[in-house]
């Protein structure tokens, strides 16, 4: 299992804080992860488009394309950062 | 290390005096204050709210800070930054270094807040008369981060 957070304008857009599931065995890293994500349709494909800004952190630290992705992680996703 | 993340205001004279302690070393303290505007992007903000990503923001400017301590001989640094409903005057955020002389201090500063800014997982959701909306990441901010 894998805990997937989503944060800020992406929370709002999704209508979902976090979810738990079942990483699908063919997912090995964050570009897979999105790939799989954008595959359940309409917002998600929309939001989570390439070239749509959006970051990602995996066990609280960002991540790229081709970090890892293992059972046990939380992953978030988010927009670029906007605090100071 | 100070590194706090809390929805109450702070009081920069109280959080200098407590970085600085009594340490004789100490000959320059920098201090960076952030605070909300009325207006952005020509509009008028009422207030803003601020949304953090609670565990990975401690750890993201905690990571920051020794960052700062591997590149200068920085003695101590504080960095406070508010969550929640914040209004137009209020402080945002404060960053304060403390080192031996001025130059490494005012270095540390910036380069935290420039880390800061684009590495914390802070967001900024504007409330204005015409309704809200998320501040969006400035290209500048990217630009000033990547001289470091």
């Known amino acids: 299992m894998i805990t997937l957070v989503y944060l800020a304008r992406l929370r709002e857009s999704l209508g979902l804080r976090s979810e738990v599931v079942e990483l699908p065995p063919q997912i090995r890293n964050v570009a897979g992860l999105l790939s799989w994500l954008r595959g359940r349709g309409d917002t998600w494909a929309a939001e989570l488009a390439p070239g749509r800004a959006v970051r990602v952190a995996v066990n609280l630290d960002m991540a790229k394309a081709d970090t890892p992705v293992r059972a046990g992680d939380e992953i978030a996703f988010f927009p670029p950062v906007t605090g100071g | 290390m100070t590194v706090r993340v809390q929805a109450e205001d702070f009081d920069v004279a109280r959080e200098i005096a407590?970085?600085?302690?009594?340490?004789?070393?100490?000959?320059?303290?920098?201090?960076?204050?952030?605070?909300?505007?009325?207006?952005?992007?020509?509009?008028?903000?009422a207030t803003l709210e601020l949304e953090h990503y609670p565990g990975m923001t401690e750890k993201a400017l905690s990571g920051i800070v020794e960052e700062a301590r591997s590149r200068w001989r920085i003695y101590d640094a504080t960095v406070i930054h508010r969550i929640g409903e914040l209004k137009p005057t209020d402080q945002i955020v404060l960053v304060a270094v403390s080192s031996a002389h001025r130059g490494e201090a005012f270095a540390a500063c910036e380069f935290i807040m420039d880390y800061l800014k684009t590495r914390a997982p802070f967001w900024k959701k504007e409330r204005t008369p015409a309704g809200e909306r998320w501040v969006e990441a400035r290209a500048s901010d990217d630009e000033a981060a990547s001289r470091w």
């Open chain 2, 18 to 45: 407590a970085l600085r302690g009594r340490d004789a070393r100490v000959g320059a303290v920098a201090a960076f204050i952030g605070l909300v505007r009325d207006m952005n992007e020509a509009t008028a903000v």
